[in-house]
């Protein structure tokens, strides 16, 4: 075959594999896209905010309680809760069936997603925050489908046991620091994200300033409670105790336990639940569409006059 053949080859090669490229992601979009999709994705939505407000509702329960409740203020405290309610397991049900389908939808983002964003550093810093709210949407449903099992494990005993792990390897508490630094970070940008609105660039549609607010609040108070476990998980590492890490259970008991911490704790057990109940109005105005890049944890400025953000 001959120097130009060979090119020609290639370059036939490259188109082909190009249009294919192409086709499969105009086929996801329209998936991801589709009114059942969208269906889908309101139901995750809807029980990603009773999740929440069941979270804050524990929380209030130790704040007020001196702390002694029983239940667990986390995730997979209130996905138990709900296999004690009347309906509790259809809720259970929706809720994987939900979080699945928005876990397929940052995937699609993460994969062929935020080609409104110029191609570098930009698009793949954003592909890798869709990579992570797949990652954390994906955690939840597995929660649900294991508190359905009844073989539910409370989230702090699972973080002392991979942080205890972690640390017994080669250098192993300067990677539980990491993984606290990391979680800190993550818990500022919650933070960022909520006074700034970004995160109204996942909604579609006008709403209310007094709804924009409900998330304000909430991601504000995400925020802080995750930074309380980032800095559980560097506490561990310098202590060398795998026990002082723990999950958002412990976070928030650590925040009761502080001088007036009762009163802390309320506020941000109440922003969760203000957070909770702007997830349904999100499941309302939903952006769903893995080409222009909407995400999933981050709504922006561009919903309160309707503006697509």
Request: charged letters at 15%; aromatic letters at 8%.
């Amino acid at each position: 075959m001959t120097t130009g053949a060979a090119k020609d080859a290639g370059r036939a090669a490259k188109d082909t594999a190009r249009s294919a490229k192409d086709s499969a992601e105009q086929a996801g979009d329209r998936a991801v896209s589709s009114r059942s999709f969208r269906i889908l994705v309101t139901i995750g939505l809807i029980t990603y905010g009773i999740v929440h407000i069941l979270v804050g509702w524990i929380a209030l329960q130790i704040a007020w309680g001196g702390g002694g409740s029983s239940e667990e203020a986390s995730q997979q405290g209130a996905l138990a809760e709900m296999t004690h309610q009347p309906v509790g397991v259809l809720v259970l049900w929706l809720t994987v069936v939900g979080l699945i389908a928005m876990t397929v939808w940052q995937a699609a983002e993460a994969g062929w997603g935020h080609r409104d964003k110029p191609a570098g550093f930009k698009r793949i810093r954003k592909r890798l925050s869709s990579v992570g709210r797949a990652v954390s949407y994906a955690a939840i449903a597995v929660a649900a489908i294991t508190a359905l099992r009844g073989t539910s494990q409370s989230g702090d005993q699972k973080e002392e046991g991979w942080t205890a792990r972690l640390m017994a390897v080669p250098f192993g508490r300067i990677l539980v620091i990491a993984v606290g630094v990391i979680i800190i970070a993550i818990a500022v940008r919650l933070v960022v994200r909520g006074i700034n609105r970004k995160f109204a660039k996942d909604l579609t549609g006008g709403v209310r300033d007094s709804v924009l607010r409900l998330g304000q609040i909430g991601y504000i108070s995400k925020g802080i409670a995750f930074a309380v476990v980032g800095g559980l998980f560097c506490w561990a590492a310098l202590t060398y105790d795998a026990s002082k890490a723990g999950g958002l259970d412990d976070a928030l008991r650590t925040i009761n336990s502080a001088p007036l911490g009762y009163v802390l704790l309320t506020v941000v057990a109440l922003g969760l639940v203000c957070f909770g109940i702007f997830c349904f109005f999100w499941a309302r105005h939903p952006r769903i569409d893995a080409g222009s890049g909407a995400s999933a944890e981050s709504p922006g400025p561009g919903a309160a006059s309707g503006a697509p953000a």
